[in-house]
């Protein structure tokens, strides 16, 4: 069974014209995501720009309305000051889901994320240089630092420091 020379000809020119339109159809893809990925990112630029300008302030003033909150509220006595706590946790929820999210205050004093605001007497050395107590929350906004956490660090008491360390009394 020959076939037609013709034949064999024209299917080799649909496989090539074919072949072709695959090759520009990938092209174009590729460059259809390059464009993409670039508006993506001008999109990230932006949102960061917009979370700079407008967000990271509005959400310095509600942290300013959290601490009021949270000052009258320790100052209240049992269920009075459930609606205000209630109140308080809105705000922050809104915040959050905005971005912000609250610096460990745990750990190592680390000058970056705390504001030593007291030294807090400890009876172990290795509490020494940590944070022993939180005054004030600091807070981030993504990964921008609005506001420090405000920290007790602790310290040996000089009664204790100058005990020996095997317990004995000079």
Same mark, same amino acid.
């Given at each position: 069974?020959?076939?037609?020379?013709?034949?064999?000809?024209?299917?080799?020119?649909?496989?090539?014209?074919?072949?072709?339109?695959?090759? !520009?159809?990938?092209?174009?893809?590729?460059?259809?995501?390059?464009?993409?990925?670039?508006?993506?990112?001008?999109?990230?630029?932006?949102?960061?720009?917009?979370?700079?300008?407008?967000?990271?302030?509005?959400?310095?003033?509600?942290?300013?309305?959290?601490? !009021?909150?949270?000052?009258?509220?320790?100052?209240?006595?049992?269920?009075?000051?459930?609606?205000?706590?209630?109140?308080?946790?809105?705000?922050?929820?809104?915040?959050? !889901?905005?971005?912000? !999210?609250?610096?460990?205050?745990?750990?190592?004093?680390?000058?970056?994320?705390?504001?030593?605001?007291?030294?807090?007497?400890?009876?172990?050395?290795?509490?020494?240089?940590?944070?022993?107590?939180?005054?004030?929350?600091?807070?981030?906004?993504?990964?921008?630092?609005?506001?420090?956490?405000?920290?007790?660090?602790?310290?040996?008491?000089?009664?204790?420091?100058?005990?020996?360390?095997?317990?004995?009394?000079?």
């Amino acid at each position: 069974m020959a076939e037609d020379p013709v034949e064999v000809a024209t299917l080799a020119q649909e496989v090539a014209a074919l072949r072709d339109l695959f090759q !520009r159809r990938l092209l174009e893809d590729q460059s259809r995501q390059r464009m993409y990925d670039e508006l993506y990112r001008q999109l990230r630029f932006a949102q960061q720009g917009l979370a700079e300008q407008f967000v990271a302030p509005m959400a310095r003033e509600i942290l300013l309305v959290v601490d !009021r909150i949270d000052a009258i509220a320790g100052q209240l006595v049992g269920e009075s000051a459930e609606p205000l706590v209630s109140v308080r946790e809105e705000l922050l929820e809104v915040l959050n !889901r905005r971005g912000l !999210r609250e610096v460990g205050a745990d750990g190592v004093f680390d000058p970056r994320v705390h504001e030593a605001v007291a030294r807090v007497p400890v009876e172990r050395a290795d509490q020494v240089g940590r944070v022993v107590e939180v005054r004030r929350p600091g807070y981030a906004l993504e990964d921008r630092l609005l506001r420090p956490a405000q920290v007790g660090v602790g310290y040996l008491a000089e009664s204790r420091a100058e005990e020996p360390a095997d317990g004995s009394v000079r």
